[in-house]
T-cell receptor, first 115, second 114 residues
Framework: EAGVAQSPRYKIIEKRQSVAFWCNPI?????LYWYQQILGQGPKLLIQ????????DSQLPKDRFSAERLKGVDSTLKIQPAKLEDSAVYLC?????????????FGQGTRLTVV | GENVEQHPSTLSVQEGDSAVIKCTYS??????FPWYKQELGKRPQLIID?????GEKKDQRIAVTLNKTAKHFSLHITETQPEDSAVYFC?????????????FGSGTQLTVLP
């Protein structure tokens, strides 16, 4: 089974620039998550999609972060403008939408460095 | 929302000894508790999980226990090996309306000394 694909793997940008990350979930997985993992911390949920609808974006800094999941498959996460504190690994995960036995499968992540 | 606390943040054990990592959660409605292992530079991977209707689950050298009353759960690794060295994250899933939020602890860096 193919895993969750993310690109790019690494990105270095200057503060105030914009950046976009891409995620392709496991085929057939209806739920897609974007997590932010700051060095030394656990993943923090930014946004959760069910198919192409947002079910939770309460922790997404909406003044600078945006995400979409057109057609309920691939997703993009954008930061504009970036700040130094946005330096982190951005993890995408997906899971099937059935009951409570739904393991979240993670991608390799995109390591963002804002200088 | 759910809050998950994890202890200790770092743990060093001798090869062959046991390691125990503990987590507490705040939302009594949480019903799914996975544990993830993350090696340096790699993605988190599920190693074991437990549902709220089960008190204990074991898979070879790994076991997880859940105390719903006290709202805490623990990961036990026996006969540790150097390849067990990694960061371990606990998580709790709370049924929030139609969403099933997965909230992570802050992680435990486990080092197994040969």
């Amino acid at each position: 089974e193919a895993g969750v694909a993310q690109s790019p793997r690494y990105k270095i940008i200057e503060k105030r620039q914009s950046v976009a990350f891409w995620c392709n979930p496991i085929s057939g997985h209806a739920t897609l998550y974007w997590y932010q993992q700051i060095l030394g911390q656990g993943p923090k949920l930014l946004i959760q999609f069910q198919n192409n609808g947002v079910v939770d974006d309460s922790q997404l800094p909406k003044d600078r972060f945006s995400a979409e999941r057109l057609k309920g498959v691939d997703s993009t996460l954008k930061i504009q403008p970036a700040k130094l504190e946005d330096s982190a690994v951005y993890l995408c995960a997906s899971s099937p939408v059935t009951g409570i036995n739904t393991e979240a499968f993670f991608g390799q992540g995109t390591r963002l460095t804002v200088v | 929302g759910e809050n998950v606390e994890q202890h200790p943040s770092t743990l060093s054990v001798q090869e062959g000894d046991s390691a125990v990592i503990k987590c507490t959660y705040s939302d009594s409605a949480s019903n799914y508790f996975p544990w993830y292992k993350q090696e340096l530079g790699k993605r988190p991977q599920l190693i074991i999980d437990i549902r709220s209707n089960v008190g204990e689950k074991k898979d070879q050298r790994i076991a997880v226990t859940l105390n719903k009353t006290a709202k805490h759960f623990s990961l036990h690794i026996t006969e540790t090996q150097p390849e067990d060295s990694a960061v371990y994250f606990c998580a709790a899933r709370s049924p929030l309306g139609s969403a099933r939020q997965l909230t992570f602890g802050s992680g435990t860096q486990l080092t197994v000394l040969p």
